[in-house]
């Protein structure tokens, strides 16, 4: 385990049966409340990504919280992925499969341009749902996804064959 890797699993907190039984919820809070700890994120996929990136696309609410500070280091635009009735001005969504159901994802038309490259950040893959979602969204505008960052990633859980060929970065996994 890389030094990095074992700061964040010694303070990601496992919530079991959180949101609903059966799911045990990893909590990064901790990370957030450690401006050490969340500078280690950011300048970890800023070194990897440095001048190969135009846009950082961030989703919904996580996804925007490590993303943000990623994009800023990069000086690249950040640009949110949100949930449906949010974003005010034109937009095109994607519905992707949740264990029951479906959930949806939108971003302004305007957000990529045809040719930006663009980096993919949320806190977690699981299914890899959501990613995959949010790189058909950037497809659709023409958007070329160079990779998809996240800080944690459940291994057991076929979330890199989900997002395939897409590239999948994590820094802790279980
Ligand atoms: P998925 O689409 O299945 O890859 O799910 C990823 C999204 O759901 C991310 O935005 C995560 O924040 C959230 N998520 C899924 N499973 C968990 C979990 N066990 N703990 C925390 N967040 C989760």
Redesign the pocket.
Known sequence: MSDIEARLKSVIRDVPDFPKPG?????ITPVLASAALLTEVTEHYADRYRGKVDAVVG?ES??FIFGTPIALSLGAAFVPARKPGKLPYQRITEE?ALEYGTASLDLHVDAIRPGQRVLIV??????????AATARLVERLGGVVVGMAFV?E?TF?P?RQ?VSPHQVDSIVRY
């Open positions: 799911i045990v919820f990893k909590d989703m996580r996804g992707y949320d806190d977690l893959i699981a299914t890899g749902g959501t990613a944690i459940l859980l979330g989900a």
